[in-house]
């Protein structure tokens, strides 16, 4: 394995910022992983996948790892029941084909993720989700590498502390995922949870999985741009929690704000509704814009500088702060 310096790292974000890695390597086995770790151990590092949720606004002074070690394999439990099925897959494999991958052969839990970017090791750090569905609700184990010992750890679902588009290896950043070990089922009945999906499926009396699937991407692709044609990072903004008395208090001028009851209280809303109503709604600011099809995705145009990004976000998170008191947190890691 070769180590390399003043790495561009335009190519593995996809908002294509650039950037340089002081150092860069690309392990393809455990034991060059755990190489790079030790070879380096005093560096700040940082591991990209898809480099679909990161963009960077400056140099990163460290190590970049960008593993590439691949595979997938059924595993057996003694106290499995014909229902379950049991997957080990590694971090670097394709987060959709793998979804792809289950759905044709009917494994049922994660053709809600249909068409999410990235890599299946990103998938627990960001806790995704979309169309009513979250990977925690079908992740069993996390296998990962502690960055700083080198000792493999095995993480419970418990474990992995997940949270909205949150976990322990998004909070510590100290952890290296190989492997995630997913809880499918073989028995499919589909559930209305999502708007957008029970009208894309009204016409269908059951729904099988492989509809379910193809009616997310065709949902998806409406709605989201494609990162290689237009680069972005996908939801930049996480749904905010408010208070009923907040929600209530909006509602009295928006009354077509979107409110789910959450807990303790709180209340879901919708951070696109929030920019929309702002006026950010396909609004662009040179390079630098929301999505004019959703204004949850700030695309790129065409500018190299990550700062762009972070000037147009600072713009719409001060609009929504006035007008509705609510800060918008990123979804989107920057560096």
Not at 15 to 24: G, H, Q
Not at 239 to 264: R, S, W
Not at 275 to 302: E, F, H, M, S, W
């Amino acid at each position: 394995m070769d180590y390399y310096t003043k790495t561009q790292l335009k190519n593995y974000n996809s908002f294509k910022t650039e950037a340089l890695a002081k150092i860069f390597c690309q392990p393809t086995t455990i034991e060059e992983l755990r190489k790079c770790l030790s070879d380096y151990p005093h560096e700040k590092k940082l591991i990209i996948g898809g480099g679909c949720n990161l963009f960077f606004t400056k140099d990163f002074d460290g190590l970049v790892i960008y593993p590439n070690i691949k595979g997938l394999r059924e595993i057996s439990d003694e106290e499995e029941e014909d229902e379950d099925i049991f997957l080990e897959v590694n971090a670097s494999e394709n987060w959709d084909e793998f979804v792809a991958y289950c759905v044709e052969r009917g494994f049922v839990g994660l053709e809600n993720l249909s068409l999410i970017p990235g890599t299946v090791g990103a998938a627990p750090i960001q806790n995704i989700g979309a169309y009513g569905a979250e990977v925690k609700d079908v992740i069993r184990e996390v296998v990962a590498v502690d960055m700083e010992t080198g000792e493999t750890l095995s993480f419970s679902n418990a474990e992995c502390e997940f949270g909205y588009r949150d976990s322990i290896f998004k909070r510590t950043n100290k952890y290296l995922i190989l492997s995630v070990v997913f809880h499918l089922k073989r028995t499919f009945v589909y559930v209305p949870k999502y708007a957008d999906l029970n009208k894309e499926l009204e016409d269908i009396e059951e729904p099988s999985v492989q509809d379910v699937r193809d009616a997310v991407i065709r949902v998806r692709q409406r709605k989201l741009p494609d990162e290689k044609v237009l680069p972005n990072a996908g939801s930049f903004f996480k749904n905010p929690y408010i208070t009923q008395e907040h929600a209530d208090k909006i509602k009295a001028e928006y009354p077509d704000l979107p409110a789910f009851p959450y807990k303790d209280g709180l209340v879901k809303t919708s951070a696109a509704f929030l920019i929309d109503k702002a006026g950010y709604k396909g609004k662009r600011a040179g390079d630098i814009g929301t999505y004019p099809n959703q204004p949850l995705i700030i695309v790129n145009y065409g500018s190299a500088d990550g700062n762009d990004i972070v000037r147009f976000m600072n713009e719409v998170q001060g609009a929504v702060k006035s007008i509705f008191g609510i800060e918008l947190e990123p979804e989107v890691r920057i560096f």
